[in-house]
């Protein structure tokens, strides 16, 4: 789960600015077990309490806004503190108890222990909390739109990547402890699709059964490193990956022949080999061991072949729930061209080329960009193409030859637009513009300076991970005339 800093509210330059500036007082005054009672006030944008020591901001993992807790210094930064909960004093009536003994250890469960209805309201604040940072002019009249949320906001994600390593003698398979490689044994996680949960425990015991060997990071040695389960939601297909560190499987038959005989909705079962110590999980050679290559997954009557290194969005559910929000936002015309920017496989651009004139997307990831013209191909779609280049550096030159879009949806990682896009966007105006942002912070960046040619309409957050921090949301924008 990927984490950004606590002062991401903040301006990028703004916060490295702070961070060269030690508060030498802090430093001097707090040390680390230190321990003192604190009114948490609101929830910063990682899920994490935030209260007052001293006027020094300090965040406390776990803890909730109202409670009064007595916190542990743990961390003793130039300008803030980080602590954790020694005891609460007095409890949050939002304070669940979370359904994985774990959630407090791992990453992607840190709101786990906040009523669901409370987490969809923390969701849609981040983003009030993120625009008044900013104060971009009128943000006051933005309609920021309650959270749509799931009715089971569990057991939703539809790819398990665990890793693997001998723990006490016993396979275990789960994730690391933050900002470390001790890894915690996950029988059972409440957020997976169940089916992804009972394959890779089956897969599990029967490593521990046949004894194959485990990778062991701390002398690589051993093979099996990490094990991939993910459904196709539609079809129920599943796909089983086993990345190892040897193109040697050993006891491969005997997994083939268990897995066969009683996990029937495994259709596809792949090796991928990265060998030696890394920090990354993949490594480029994937073959195939049994069934076929891809599950087939369907979203909205378009079908996806999803190979073992294909990007797909992990909520199923609420990604259906997020198209029809762009499709709506857009509200496209037959006649109309549409920039898919930031495509990915292109099932954005994809799901909305049945109402548009032409579709043109782009991504920086060649295999993404295979997928998505793939995807057009599978799906008889013949208005819509890829290429592979940055959406900056795209879309000038798109421009330049004289394609001039009517409508454009652009879907950026956590950093936000490039400044040279805004300016192409400002520049080429389209009339229809919708914003899709997992970061309420650069989105809020953003909408300053993109409110320079077009007025915000509404900002509507959709929960695409519930039990976590994370924060999705689509904006709709109207060209100032
Ligand atoms: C949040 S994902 C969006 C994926 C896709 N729209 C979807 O719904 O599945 C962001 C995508 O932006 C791509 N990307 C990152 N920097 C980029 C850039 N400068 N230009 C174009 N694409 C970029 C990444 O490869 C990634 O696929």
Redesign the pocket.
Known sequence: MPQSNHYSHQSRSHNDRRRQQPDEKVQATVNIGQRFPLTIRRLGINGEGIGYYKHVITFVKGALPEEVVVAEVTAVHPRYLEAKIRSIRKPSPDRVDPRDAYAGEVGGFELEHLDYPAQLAFKQDLIRQALEKYRPAGYRHYDVRPTIGMTNPYEYRNKAQFQVRLIDGHVAAGLYKENSHDLVDLPTCSVQMPATMTVMRQVVAWLEELQVPIYDEEHNSGIVKTIVVREAAATGEIQLVFITNTPKLPKKHQLLMKIAEKLPMVVSVMQNINAGKTSLIWGDQTTLLAGKPTITEELDGLVFDLSARA???LNPQQ?KKLYRLAREALNLAPNETLV??????G??GLSLADVAKEVRG????PA?VADANANAQRNQITNAHYEV????VLLPQWLASGFAPDAMVV???R?GL?NVLIDAILQSAPEKLVY?S?NPSTLAQDLQALTRGYQVDYIQSIDMFPQTARCEAVVRFTKRH
């Open positions: 990007f797909f969005q990604t898919d920017a930031y495509s990915g496989v099932t954005i782009m991504d920086t990831i993404a280049g940055e959406a900056e879907d950026p990682p950093t490039d899709i997992c």
